[in-house]
């Protein structure tokens, strides 16, 4: 699990070394940074956009007894990405699966938000379209906890008024870009 180049253990960096290949969303940001650690593993791609397709190779892949590391280009991979769908097939035909846990989005917003961290849940994106996103909201209204919710840059002030519409008077943080180079 890579976030920048200096979101990697020791670990993690032995692991990519030693495996038979890494996928990973971009072929391109993943080269790069295996260039400055020195790992020079084959990359395959894997991502939303080509997941049904390359599931089944993966797969075909560890079940011949290679392994196969998952990456993502910043946080931690199965949060919010395809990859959670690789690790369930794989469990499902009783390949192993292992966790190297690197940055993630949303256990770092939380942390530095200063909200309660005693109880939460990762709702991943709303809805875009306001009406859609405000039944969402409705849903998540009586959860006791602090909500994590992530949305895109260009829909954020609406999805603040969204939010305070329907969920009332309640703390909020916005963070953005915490397992990459540029965090706010």
Do not use: W
């Not at 990697?8 to 790069?32: K, P, V």
């Not at 599931?55 to 991979?77: N, W, Y």
């Amino acid at each position: 699990p890579i976030g920048n180049a200096g979101d990697i253990t020791l670990r993690a960096l032995d692991l990519l070394r030693n495996a038979d290949a890494i996928a990973c969303e971009d072929t391109r940001t993943t080269r790069r940074l295996m260039s400055i650690h020195g790992v020079g593993t084959k990359l395959i791609p894997y991502h939303e956009h080509n997941a049904a397709e390359m599931r089944p190779q993966i797969l075909g892949r560890i079940a011949e007894g290679q392994a196969i590391a998952l990456i993502s280009d910043a946080g931690t991979p199965l949060i919010s990405d395809p990859g959670y769908k690789l690790a369930r097939a794989a469990r499902d035909q009783g390949l192993a699966v292992t966790c190297l846990p690197g940055a993630s989005a949303p256990l770092v917003g939380l942390l530095l938000s200063g909200l309660p961290s005693d109880r939460f849940l990762f709702a991943g994106f709303p809805p875009p379209k306001s009406a859609a996103r405000r039944t969402f909201l409705l849903e998540l209204a009586p959860i006791a906890a602090t909500l994590i919710l992530f949305e895109a840059p260009h829909r954020l002030p609406e999805c603040l008024g969204d939010l305070a519409a329907v969920l009332g008077d309640r703390e909020a943080a916005v963070t953005r870009e915490l397992t990459k180079l540029f965090e706010e």
